[in-house]
């Protein structure tokens, strides 16, 4: 199995050296989000385009480092419709330029009423919010399929597509080769139903199987009724089961540290490697 690192979990420095310091913690892939992660020349975060992902792919490859899927994560539904239009043409320059780094994999969140803040609003789990992501992502995965380049739709309680049901309707509807999935189990829970993780990631994998080309490895704990994300392996998650399960019907997707961050990237990984080395 593949295991990375969301890139600016780990740093956010000069793009001449983020990926050695990458491969030195340990981490073969990435997911990257250029203006979260890389400082550019003028020590300014770097905007993805052609030009610049021509700039960092010798790196790159210098350092031996991989990149498993881009980050353009926007908020298709946001009030501020201009902001829409914007961030969709930004996804697309993702999807003709991925290729550029050795990836296929652009991917996004399907939204929420909330703007900026990304939380649970009542309307996201209404036919009109579906209809408008979908809306959204429709277009993306036309423009994907004439790049050759691949949508990652990633599911979230308190997003769009809420459940592994709604985002099979979608997904359904969609209809195309060049739609994938990303899976974050966390991102699914909240704290009426997170005691059914086990259930939830199974139907999850069941359902999307070898569509699923990103699985993001996280951690918590409930603290004062809410879900706290921790380093891996301090929580409550069993991974034994996880790693068990992608082993049967995800086992070519690549595994992602999101949100794992300091002292815990390091006691995370060696926890990880020490349960996938049985498969």
């Known amino acids: 199995m593949n295991i990375g690192i969301r890139l600016h979990d780990l740093s956010k420095e000069s793009y001449k050296t983020i990926f ?3 491969k030195n913690a340990g981490f073969d892939y990435i997911q990257l989000v250029f203006k979260k992660a890389l400082l550019g020349d003028d020590n300014k975060p770097m905007l993805f385009s052609k030009e610049n992902a021509l700039k ?3 790196y790159l490859k210098e350092a031996g480092v991989k990149v498993a899927m881009l980050g353009a994560y926007f908020n298709p539904v946001h009030s501020n419709k201009s902001l829409v239009k914007e961030n969709i043409e930004y996804f697309k320059e993702h999807l003709k330029y991925c290729s550029l780094l050795g990836t296929k994999y652009v991917g996004s969140e399907t939204g929420s009423y909330n703007d900026d803040k990304w939380t649970y609003n009542p309307k996201n789990q209404t036919e009109t919010g579906y209809k408008e992501s979908i809306k959204v992502f429709k277009e993306l995965v036309k423009y994907a399929e004439e790049c050759g380049s691949y949508v990652l739709m990633e599911p979230a309680y308190g997003h769009i597509m809420y459940d592994v049901k709604t985002l099979k ?3 359904d509807e969609i209809n195309s080769e060049h739609l994938k999935i990303t899976i974050d189990i966390y991102n699914l829970l909240y704290i009426k139903n997170y005691e059914n993780y086990k259930e939830i990631f199974h139907d999850a994998l069941m359902t999307f199987k070898d569509k699923i080309k990103i699985i993001h490895l996280k951690d918590f704990n409930v603290i004062d009724d809410s879900l706290k994300q ?3 392996g301090k929580g409550i998650i ?3 089961f996880i790693i068990d399960e992608i082993s049967k019907y995800s086992k070519n ?6 949100g794992v961050t300091g002292d815990d990237i390091e006691t995370s990984l060696k ?3 020490n349960i996938i080395k049985k498969y």
Do not use: S
């Open 20 to 22: 050695k310091k990458c």
């Open 56 to 58: 960092i792919a010798p």
């Open 169 to 171: 309707r979608c997904f």
């Open 230 to 232: 921790c380093g891996l």
């Open 238 to 240: 069993d991974f034994n």
């Open 253 to 258: 997707a690549t595994l992602i540290f999101e």
């Open 271 to 273: 926890y990880i490697k």
